[in-house]
């Protein structure tokens, strides 16, 4: 084995096949900085729960609530303003 290959066990491998089939109907997102829009990470849909991440361009720490970040389309929110009131 090279110094610079990876080796992935076939089980592990198995669960990597898995969880990318799962995804294959979600969407995707991206989470960006609140304060310089630096890519941060992607996510996928089903994802919900805070998270706390270091921004490796502007080196602020910052602890989301993924709930509140979500983008919705305009559609969907006049809906759901209509439904509350």
Not at 20 to 34: A, V
Not at 72 to 84: A, E, G, Q
Request: charged content about 30%.
């Amino acid at each position: 084995m090279k110094p610079n290959e990876l080796h992935v066990s076939q089980e592990d491998q198995l669960k990597l096949d898995i969880s990318k089939q799962e995804t294959i109907n979600l969407r995707e997102r991206e989470l960006r900085c609140p304060n310089c829009k630096y890519l941060i990470n992607k996510l996928y849909s089903d994802i919900s729960g805070h998270i706390q991440f270091k921004c490796p361009k502007c080196k602020e720490v910052y602890i989301m609530n993924l709930a509140l970040f979500r983008t919705r389309s305009k559609s969907l929110y006049v809906t759901l303003i209509k439904v509350i009131e």
